[in-house]
């Protein structure tokens, strides 16, 4: 296949909120819309989304990538029970792969951009782990799985800004000044200021004039997608607003919003029984809200939609009233 595939990396700020099961059922949700799908276990040191697909722990994955340095990516994709969706194992055979050197990850990254399928999602490690915020940076629209909990949020924005900050890092690699300049604001709390990022460009730009403009584009195009997982009330996505806010004012950024999934007890049976969730329970709110998710990636995933969150909202809320 010679089109490059849309590499939709997943992370979030808190460890637990979901993400192997949303990138799991989203794969399969898109896979299941028609489009050849491919998820990855990023999550090195932490591996379990095989749970979530029903398949066993025991495929060659990345771990062995980047063992043997001469294999090939697409070789270690394993069919599934949904078709057009196929899997890429983390490293479960070969623990300790969680600390990669810089160049094998540039090489892991140049071969993942190259899979062959429409879509190739990245299930990530929890938290801002350096190699986390490397797959999350691929793409300048990843997406993001939170709850709808306030501490969430707070961790949630806390990895956008040290995403930022080594985005802007990478650009001005080789000024030392700059390099040096960041190296002190990553140690600042998120709260402290100056912590924001139009500080940042101040401060950068006092060294390096161009990079007003430059920093000014990346907030631009760097447009992170959200989706609450184990919602229990659709107004609980209120909280969109104190995200929204933090994410202007501190990150000079903006969010688009693709769903609200409702929290489903049955989501543990189905890993207890080997079954996808979506093939399982395809019915139920959860799989629906996973499906329109689905065809929001298929159409806007990267159109800036104003007041996504408003829709979203007014959808669960709708959804909920019909339970
Ligand atoms: N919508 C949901 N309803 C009910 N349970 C859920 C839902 N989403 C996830 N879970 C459950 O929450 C737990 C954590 O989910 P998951 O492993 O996907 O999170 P994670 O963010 O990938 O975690 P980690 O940070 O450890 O990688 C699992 O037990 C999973 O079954
Ligand atoms: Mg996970």
Redo the contacts with the bound molecule.
Sequence with gaps: MSVKPTIIPIA?GK???????ISANLAGALAEAGHETIIVDL?LG?T?LYG?LGLQNRHAGIGDFLKARSAELDQLMVPTSIPRLSYIAGDGRTPFMANIAYAQKIRLISKLRQLPAEYVLLDL??GSSLNTIDFFRMSSLGLM?TVPEYPAIMNLLTFLRLTLMRIIERIFRKNEEIRLLLAESYKRPLLELPAGISDLKAAIAAIDPSAEGMIDRLCTYFRPRLIF??GEYPDEMRIYRQIDDGLKSVLSIQADYFGF?????M??RS?NSHQPYLLEFPDSQ?SKAIRKIAERVITYWRTPVEGSARLIMEQATREFQGK
């Design positions: 979030s460890g637990g909120v979901g993400k192997s099961f999550d932490g379990n979530f490690s929890a799985v997982n184990k999934v409702f929290r489903d007890p989501v543990r890993v959860t």
